[in-house]
Protein backbone atom coordinates (compact mmCIF):
# COMPACT_ATOMS: atom_id res chain seq x y z
CA UNK A 1 0.00 0.00 0.00
CA UNK A 2 2.87 2.27 0.78
CA UNK A 3 4.17 1.90 -3.11
CA UNK A 4 0.70 2.99 -4.22
CA UNK A 5 0.68 6.16 -6.36
CA UNK A 6 -1.95 8.81 -5.54
CA UNK A 7 -4.22 9.94 -8.37
CA UNK A 8 -2.78 12.89 -10.19
CA UNK A 9 -5.62 15.67 -9.52
CA UNK A 10 -6.65 17.75 -12.02
CA UNK A 11 -7.91 21.40 -12.97
CA UNK A 12 -11.11 23.16 -13.95
CA UNK A 13 -10.13 22.95 -17.37
CA UNK A 14 -8.76 19.59 -17.71
CA UNK A 15 -12.42 17.70 -16.76
CA UNK A 16 -15.43 18.02 -19.14
CA UNK A 17 -17.89 21.18 -18.44
CA UNK A 18 -20.40 18.67 -16.76
CA UNK A 19 -17.73 17.96 -13.71
CA UNK A 20 -17.74 22.10 -12.95
CA UNK A 21 -18.69 23.27 -10.36
CA UNK A 22 -19.26 27.20 -9.56
CA UNK A 23 -16.48 28.60 -7.90
CA UNK A 24 -13.96 25.81 -7.78
CA UNK A 25 -10.62 25.77 -9.88
CA UNK A 26 -8.65 22.82 -8.42
CA UNK A 27 -8.78 19.55 -6.78
CA UNK A 28 -10.35 17.44 -9.49
CA UNK A 29 -10.29 13.68 -10.20
CA UNK A 30 -9.92 11.77 -13.53
CA UNK A 31 -13.21 11.20 -14.61
CA UNK A 32 -11.59 7.85 -16.16
CA UNK A 33 -10.14 6.82 -12.90
CA UNK A 34 -9.72 3.13 -12.26
CA UNK A 35 -11.45 1.15 -9.14
CA UNK A 36 -8.30 1.28 -6.99
CA UNK A 37 -8.26 5.28 -8.25
CA UNK A 38 -11.40 5.75 -6.74
CA UNK A 39 -10.42 4.30 -3.27
CA UNK A 40 -7.06 5.46 -2.58
CA UNK A 41 -8.43 9.14 -3.57
CA UNK A 42 -11.09 8.72 -0.57
CA UNK A 43 -7.56 9.41 1.22
CA UNK A 44 -6.15 12.02 -0.51
CA UNK A 45 -7.09 15.77 -0.44
CA UNK A 46 -9.54 16.44 -3.35
CA UNK A 47 -12.22 18.68 -3.89
CA UNK A 48 -14.67 15.72 -2.99
CA UNK A 49 -12.81 14.18 0.11
CA UNK A 50 -14.93 16.31 2.65
CA UNK A 51 -17.87 14.81 0.57
CA UNK A 52 -17.03 11.17 0.74
CA UNK A 53 -16.54 11.25 4.08
CA UNK A 54 -19.77 12.98 5.10
CA UNK A 55 -21.74 10.98 2.48
CA UNK A 56 -21.15 7.56 1.04
CA UNK A 57 -23.16 7.91 -2.05
CA UNK A 58 -21.85 10.20 -4.42
CA UNK A 59 -24.14 10.20 -7.91
CA UNK A 60 -21.61 10.35 -10.32
CA UNK A 61 -23.17 8.85 -12.85
CA UNK A 62 -26.61 9.93 -13.21
CA UNK A 63 -24.23 13.14 -13.37
CA UNK A 64 -22.90 11.61 -15.81
CA UNK A 65 -26.19 11.01 -18.40
CA UNK A 66 -28.08 13.90 -17.49
CA UNK A 67 -26.73 16.56 -14.88
CA UNK A 68 -30.46 18.36 -14.85
CA UNK A 69 -31.83 14.81 -13.63
CA UNK A 70 -29.37 14.40 -11.27
CA UNK A 71 -29.95 17.85 -9.91
CA UNK A 72 -33.44 17.03 -9.47
CA UNK A 73 -33.04 14.02 -7.74
CA UNK A 74 -30.17 14.66 -5.27
CA UNK A 75 -32.65 17.91 -4.52
CA UNK A 76 -35.85 15.31 -4.32
CA UNK A 77 -33.64 12.90 -2.05
CA UNK A 78 -33.92 16.07 0.56
CA UNK A 79 -36.70 16.94 0.32
CA UNK A 80 -38.65 13.79 0.00
CA UNK A 81 -37.74 12.29 3.37
CA UNK A 82 -38.43 15.56 4.83
CA UNK A 83 -42.05 15.83 3.85
CA UNK A 84 -42.60 12.23 4.40
CA UNK A 85 -41.02 12.22 7.49
CA UNK A 86 -42.95 15.47 8.48
CA UNK A 87 -46.35 14.75 8.04
CA UNK A 88 -47.20 13.50 11.78
CA UNK A 89 -45.71 17.12 12.26
CA UNK A 90 -47.80 19.05 9.25
CA UNK A 91 -51.08 16.25 10.57
CA UNK A 92 -50.81 17.68 14.39
CA UNK A 93 -50.04 21.81 13.31
CA UNK A 94 -53.09 21.75 11.37
CA UNK A 95 -55.49 19.72 13.69
CA UNK A 96 -54.18 22.87 16.58
CA UNK A 97 -54.41 25.74 14.06
CA UNK A 98 -56.79 28.45 15.19
CA UNK A 99 -57.17 26.67 18.23
CA UNK A 100 -54.70 28.05 20.78
CA UNK A 101 -53.30 26.21 23.27
CA UNK A 102 -56.18 23.56 23.81
CA UNK A 103 -54.29 21.44 21.53
CA UNK A 104 -50.98 20.29 22.73
CA UNK A 105 -49.12 21.98 20.08
CA UNK A 106 -46.61 23.86 22.75
CA UNK A 107 -45.78 20.63 24.16
CA UNK A 108 -44.00 20.35 20.47
CA UNK A 109 -40.28 19.72 21.19
CA UNK A 110 -37.88 22.45 19.96
CA UNK A 111 -35.76 19.91 17.68
CA UNK A 112 -38.59 20.74 15.17
CA UNK A 113 -37.55 24.01 15.06
CA UNK A 114 -33.60 22.86 14.78
CA UNK A 115 -34.35 20.56 12.16
CA UNK A 116 -36.18 23.12 9.88
CA UNK A 117 -33.59 25.68 10.40
CA UNK A 118 -30.95 22.54 8.80
CA UNK A 119 -33.48 21.93 5.82
CA UNK A 120 -34.03 25.67 4.91
CA UNK A 121 -29.74 26.05 5.25
CA UNK A 122 -29.18 22.69 2.87
CA UNK A 123 -31.09 23.58 0.61
CA UNK A 124 -29.85 27.42 0.38
CA UNK A 125 -26.42 25.89 0.26
CA UNK A 126 -26.99 23.53 -2.55
CA UNK A 127 -28.99 26.48 -4.61
CA UNK A 128 -26.69 29.24 -4.00
CA UNK A 129 -23.04 27.72 -4.33
CA UNK A 130 -22.15 30.29 -1.51
CA UNK A 131 -18.95 30.89 -0.15
CA UNK A 132 -16.99 29.61 -3.63
CA UNK A 133 -19.15 32.07 -6.07
CA UNK A 134 -17.90 34.96 -3.89
CA UNK A 135 -14.03 33.77 -3.85
CA UNK A 136 -13.28 31.13 -6.59
CA UNK A 137 -10.29 28.81 -5.34
CA UNK A 138 -10.34 29.73 -2.30
CA UNK A 139 -12.76 26.71 -0.66
CA UNK A 140 -11.37 24.23 -3.39
CA UNK A 141 -10.55 21.57 -0.49
CA UNK A 142 -12.36 22.86 2.73
CA UNK A 143 -15.65 25.12 3.15
CA UNK A 144 -17.43 24.91 -0.02
CA UNK A 145 -21.16 24.63 -0.18
CA UNK A 146 -21.32 20.71 -1.19
CA UNK A 147 -19.30 19.81 1.99
CA UNK A 148 -21.81 22.88 3.89
CA UNK A 149 -24.61 20.97 2.90
CA UNK A 150 -23.80 17.61 3.59
CA UNK A 151 -23.06 18.78 7.46
CA UNK A 152 -26.62 21.11 7.92
CA UNK A 153 -28.38 17.85 6.47
CA UNK A 154 -26.33 15.27 8.66
CA UNK A 155 -26.93 17.68 11.32
CA UNK A 156 -31.18 18.43 10.41
CA UNK A 157 -31.52 14.41 10.60
CA UNK A 158 -30.18 14.89 13.91
CA UNK A 159 -32.28 17.27 15.39
CA UNK A 160 -34.93 15.11 13.34
CA UNK A 161 -34.69 11.82 14.98
CA UNK A 162 -34.32 13.36 18.45
CA UNK A 163 -37.63 15.72 17.70
CA UNK A 164 -39.48 12.50 16.90
CA UNK A 165 -38.36 10.60 20.31
CA UNK A 166 -39.26 14.07 22.10
CA UNK A 167 -42.32 13.99 21.21
CA UNK A 168 -42.82 9.66 21.29
CA UNK A 169 -41.93 9.83 24.80
CA UNK A 170 -44.41 13.11 25.95
CA UNK A 171 -47.67 11.13 23.62
CA UNK A 172 -46.32 7.79 24.98
CA UNK A 173 -49.53 7.19 27.23
CA UNK A 174 -51.74 8.83 24.11
CA UNK A 175 -50.36 6.45 21.33
CA UNK A 176 -50.90 3.36 23.67
CA UNK A 177 -54.34 3.73 23.52
CA UNK A 178 -55.64 5.14 20.62
CA UNK A 179 -52.72 3.57 18.08
CA UNK A 180 -53.68 0.48 16.94
CA UNK A 181 -50.56 -2.05 18.03
CA UNK A 182 -48.63 -3.32 14.71
CA UNK A 183 -47.60 -6.71 15.41
CA UNK A 184 -44.99 -8.61 14.37
CA UNK A 185 -46.48 -9.58 11.02
CA UNK A 186 -46.89 -5.95 10.20
CA UNK A 187 -43.34 -5.05 11.49
CA UNK A 188 -41.98 -7.76 9.27
CA UNK A 189 -43.88 -6.40 6.09
CA UNK A 190 -43.10 -2.82 6.66
CA UNK A 191 -39.47 -3.97 6.96
CA UNK A 192 -40.11 -6.48 3.40
CA UNK A 193 -41.14 -3.31 1.50
CA UNK A 194 -38.32 -0.84 2.96
CA UNK A 195 -35.66 -3.94 1.87
CA UNK A 196 -37.00 -4.48 -1.19
CA UNK A 197 -37.07 -0.69 -2.55
CA UNK A 198 -33.41 -0.57 -1.76
CA UNK A 199 -32.38 -3.56 -3.53
CA UNK A 200 -34.76 -2.37 -6.34
CA UNK A 201 -32.58 1.23 -6.11
CA UNK A 202 -29.01 -0.54 -5.40
CA UNK A 203 -29.90 -2.42 -8.67
CA UNK A 204 -31.12 0.45 -10.74
CA UNK A 205 -27.18 2.09 -10.44
CA UNK A 206 -25.56 -0.47 -10.26
CA UNK A 207 -27.15 -1.52 -13.90
CA UNK A 208 -26.40 2.59 -15.07
CA UNK A 209 -22.56 1.98 -13.97
CA UNK A 210 -21.72 -1.06 -15.63
CA UNK A 211 -23.58 1.06 -19.08
CA UNK A 212 -22.23 4.05 -18.41
CA UNK A 213 -18.76 3.91 -19.20
CA UNK A 214 -19.20 2.45 -22.70
CA UNK A 215 -22.36 4.66 -23.66
CA UNK A 216 -21.44 8.55 -22.03
CA UNK A 217 -19.53 10.28 -24.84
CA UNK A 218 -18.05 12.79 -22.20
CA UNK A 219 -15.97 9.38 -21.09
CA UNK A 220 -14.74 9.03 -24.65
CA UNK A 221 -11.69 10.94 -24.48
CA UNK A 222 -10.94 14.45 -25.97
CA UNK A 223 -11.34 18.05 -24.38
CA UNK A 224 -13.89 19.57 -23.17
CA UNK A 225 -15.81 22.33 -25.50
CA UNK A 226 -14.30 25.31 -24.03
CA UNK A 227 -11.72 24.01 -22.31
CA UNK A 228 -9.24 26.15 -23.50
CA UNK A 229 -11.31 29.17 -22.98
CA UNK A 230 -11.49 28.32 -19.00
CA UNK A 231 -7.84 27.72 -19.04
CA UNK A 232 -7.04 30.98 -20.11
CA UNK A 233 -9.15 32.36 -18.02
Keep these: MLSLKLPQLLQVHQVPRVFWEDGIVSGYRRPTSSALDCILSSFQMTNETVNIWTHFLPTWFPELESPGLSKILRTGAFAYPFLFDNLPLFYRLGLCWGRGHSCGHEALSINHGYHLLCALLTGFLFASHLPERLAPGRFDYIGHSHQLFHICAVLGTHFQLEAVLADMESRQAWLATQAPPLGLAGTVATL ?26 LLQGGPPEGGTNAKQQ
Aim: aromatic residues 8%; positive net charge.
Design 192 to 217: GLAVAGNLLIIAAFTASLFRAPSTCP
